[in-house]
Every structure is written in structure tokens, then in C-alpha cells.
């Protein structure tokens, strides 16, 4: 049997540099990177993706060929066939290029909007005898791949596999919370329940952010996280607890806003029968819940300073006393605290205590807003699509080109909240188009409707329009309508607009109810 040398020097060629990967420290996004082009290298496609396996979905790591918003989705594996089949074979899989079968890609492969008869090839990848995740190929010629091409694949996943393990040591040696995220996976998996949410993105704002919770999450520090409405606070700070020493304990979480102040201490420290009245029974307090574990306190900001002070005195003595209770209780929790507002200048305007906010910002941690975060729009957009397929019960969401590119040019004030809710209507629109449908559907530009916009800010007037009217009767036109604004902005939230124009819920009541403002939802809305 001749052997062609010619091949099989380009075949070694190809792989020498993987080989000499296994000894490197590099980022896994980068040896996946590289896995990928060498993979397309030997056998040339027109896509190519590695997945990882998370319970019972599959995570895109790395993508070549593929539509950069596929990295911001997941796949549960029940919803695909193919990759279930993939995941099944002790092999390579070869699928018939007219397979009946959905393929999980369609509309994703950047060299053609849909995938009918095209050749489909994949592996699963084994670490420690077992299923780690996935290697896929597509190419739209049909008789692509050959037999050959099987038994190349085949070789090159025993070296894509002592890659991926060469990474997870390099990774288990760099970061310690790996222990407790396999841990969670695994719990997560036994629950058989839908996976969290969890942060996303590549930009680099966000991999400074990742490496500041990396650095934080270890200690017991007080976090204090800052950044602007919808940017995802909250997650950074279950990521925070997650990657820390009691993510085996509880996260108890307290939106410092939605309280009335003389609730908010019972709340958070608890009470005894007959404290007060309608306190019928003897109930813990949030500090208690969270004992050995993690508080967190969304909204810090609308805290009262009596409420501030006691919040101290827990932080600095561990000691809770309930209401109505000559009784302390010792607690051990870390503080995570979280604001749309600068608590240095509260402090500046009297409405934080100076020792509370020091206590609280031992490490700060700034959240980009999404203007910052360039193309991980596109990944956000992927994952808010895929909730939306399971929703719709479509077999696949994708975006044309000018969506796309509508979704990048976009200003998004509301961060990711925003895109999250311009997500899930472009995709009622486009659902609206074909009723009853299950096929897949492509979101379009004009579905997106991104001319909603906030309601501007009324500005001082720098000229005198219309009839002249007293300075008294123009200063309370300007307020109404100041007030007016901001309730609009907040989708008739008072306790949110009162957030946002440095007050409280009750005076801003009262200024609304003094101007005349009526028919508003501020009693249902706080």
C-alpha cells in the first residue's frame, strides 16, 4: 500500500504548533481558536464550532465561519437531534447531505442565510472517558467530506481532547473557583432545571470586569458595584458569590427600594411576635437568612441614614437584633451592594453617611454599559434569542445582516435590559408574520423598532415662547412637566423616577399631588 509522504507531511505540519500548544498558558478562547483553524486547515469547510457540554446544553466556545451572536447562544440538547446523535456516537458522524434532520446552524453559517442540502460531519470529545463536548463541521458542497476525511477526524479528536484538557488544567491552576462551578453544574444538572443567567461578553471592558470579580470574589471584602440602570449588577454579584468560599451558602437578596422605611428594618433584621402591629409571629430577618453567606443590597442608594446606621452597627459588630428583641444574634455575612447612583456624592449631599458608604466600597466595581461593549451586543442578542426560540417554540432565531448591524448602532440608554426587551418584541413582530409556524424565522431590521426612545428631558426654556406668563407659574410648568418625564422614562415607576431626581417616593407624591398630576399608576407602579 503506497503512503502519500506529501499528505502526511502537511498533515504534521499542521499539527506541530497544537502539540506545541499543550505546554503554553493560553486563554482557552485562544487554543480554541487555534484548534478550529487547524481543524479547517485539514479538512477545509465552510464552518466549524467546539461546544462544551453544561448539564444538558451545549456552550459555543469557539466559532469559525459561524455568526459571531452563535457564541451568545445555547443548545439544549433535546431540542437537536443532531448534536444528541453526535453526543451518542462513539465516532465521527457522518449526516446524509439530504438528512431530514433540523441542523442546530441554519441561518448561522455566514457564507449562506439557510442550510438544505449541505454535507454535516461532528465528534464528541472525551476527557476521562467522558463526554466533554462537541466538534462540528459544515461545508454547503454536498460530498464534501469523504471516508478519509472520518478517519482524519477521528486522529485530530484525541488531540483536540488533550488540548481541552491542557486548558482545564491551566485553568484549575489559575482559578480555584472552577471546583465550585462544577459543583453548581452538577447540582444544576440533577435538577434538570433551565440554566441560569450568567454574564456575557468579550469586549475588553468586560474581561476587566471579569478579572476584577476573579480578584475580589476569593476574599470577604465588601463589594460595592456601580453602573447604570440594566447593565446587569445583579449578576455580577451572584458571580461574585459564586466564585467565592461560601458559594455552598446562601445569596439573600434585598432591594433596599421596594421597602417602605419603617418595613425595611424589620426586613432586614427580622422581629418578635407583637413587635408591632400585624407582627403575629416571630420572624428572621435577612442578615439571619444570609448567615455564612452573602447579603446583597440592590439599591443601596434609597436607604434612609437611621436605616444606614444600623446597617453599621451589624457590619462592624456581626450582631442582629430583632425588633421588639432584647436578644442579639451573631452573624457572619459578606455585604455585595449594588447602585445606579454615586454614593461618594450622596455623601457630598448629606444623604449617605460617610462610614457607611467607606464601609460598604472596600472593593468597588464599575459595570459597563453596553455603549462600551462593542460587538458583545450580538452575543447578548444570541442568548436572548434562543430564551425566545424555546418560548415560541421555533426551531430557529436568527438575524439578517441589517438587524445586525441595526443592534450595533444602536445607543441602548437602557443597557442590557433594553436590548433584552427589544429582543423579545422584534421577535412577537416577526412571529406575527407567519401565525403558527414552528420553522425557523428570521428577525429583520424593522422588526427591532428601535425609534422607541425615552422622553427627553424637558429643558429650561432660553427664550420666552408664547404668551408671557409669571416666573412663579413658569417655574411650576417646568417641575410638572420635569416630573412628567421622568415617570414616562420609567414605564410610570415612581419609585424609579424619584430614584433618578434625588428624592423620595413620598415627597415626589407630594409635589405631584401639590402640581396637580393626576390619573398617574403611582399608587400600583412602586
Known sequence: MEVDMTASGTTLAALLPLMDDLSVDLPNAERYRRLLATLRELLPCDASAILRLDGDTL????????????????????????????????????????????????????????????????????????????????????????????????AFASLAAATVMAGMRMARLAHE???????????????NRATPRTLLGRSPAMQRLMEEIAVVAPSELAVLI????????????????????????????????????????????GHVRGAFSGATSDRRGK?????????????????SLAAQAAMLRVMQSG???????????????????????????????GRCRADFFHRLSAYPIIVPNLRERGTDVLLLAGAFLEENRARHHRTGLRLSPE????????????????????????????SARSPGATGALTVEAGDLDL????????????????????????????????????????????????????????????????????????????
Open 59 to 154: 456552550v459555543p466556545l469557539a466559532v469559525d465561519g459561524l455568526s459571531l451572536d452563535t457564541l451568545g447562544r445555547r443548545f439544549r440538547i433535546a431540542d437537536h437531534p443532531r448534536f444528541a446523535m453526535l453526543l451518542a456516537s462513539p465516532g465521527p458522524t457522518l449526516f446524509p447531505a439530504d438528512s431530514p434532520l433540523p441542523d442546530p446552524y441554519d441561518g448561522l453559517v455566514a457564507a449562506a442565510p439557510r442550510l438544505d442540502v449541505h454535507d454535516c460531519m461532528g465528534c464528541r470529545l472525551e476527557t476521562g472517558g467522558q463526554a466533554w463536548g462537541l466538534l462540528t463541521l459544515d461545508a454547503l458542497e454536498p460530498g464534501r467530506f469523504s471516508q478519509d476525511d472520518i478517519d482524519t477526524l477521528r
Open 177 to 191: 473557583a472552577d471546583r465550585e462551578r462544577a459543583r453548581a453544574e452538577s447540582f444544576q444538572a440533577a435538577a
Open 226 to 269: 456601580r453602573g447604570e440602570t440594566g447593565t446587569g449588577k445583579e449578576l455580577v454579584a451572584q458571580a461574585v458569590h459564586a466564585a467565592s468560599a461560601r458559594a455552598d451558602r446562601p445569596l439573600i437578596a434585598v432591594n433596599c427600594a421596594a421597602f417602605p422605611a419603617q418595613l425595611l428594618e424589620s426586613e432586614l433584621f
Open 287 to 303: 442578615f439571619e437568612l444570609a448567615d455564612r453567606g452573602t447579603l446583597f443590597l440592590d439599591e443601596v442608594a434609597d436607604l
Open 319 to 349: 450582631h442582629v437584633q430583632r425588633i421588639g428583641s432584647d436578644r442579639e444574634h451573631h452573624v457572619d455575612v459578606r455585604i455585595i451592594a449594588a447602585s445606579n447612583r454615586d454614593l461618594a456624592e450622596e455623601v457630598r449631599e
Open 403 to 430: 438587524a445586525q448591524q441595526a443592534l450595533l448602532d444602536a445607543p441602548w440608554p437602557g443597557n442590557v435590559r433594553e436590548l433584552e426587551h427589544t429582543i423579545g418584541r422584534a421577535v412577537l413582530k416577526a
Open 451 to 526: 425609534s422607541i426612545a425615552p422622553a427627553p428631558i424637558p429643558q429650561a426654556p432660553t427664550a420666552i415662547e408664547g404668551p408671557v406668563i409669571g416666573l412663579r407659574a413658569a417655574v411650576t410648568r417646568f417641575e410638572r412637566d420635569y416630573i412628567l418625564a421622568a415617570v414616562r422614562r420609567h414605564d410610570g415607576n415612581w419609585a424609579a423616577a424619584a430614584r433618578e431626581l434625588g428624592t423620595d417616593r413620598a415627597n415626589l407624591r407630594r409635589s405631584a399631588t401639590r402640581l396637580g398630576i393626576r390619573g398617574t399608576t403611582q399608587d400600583t407602579r412602586d
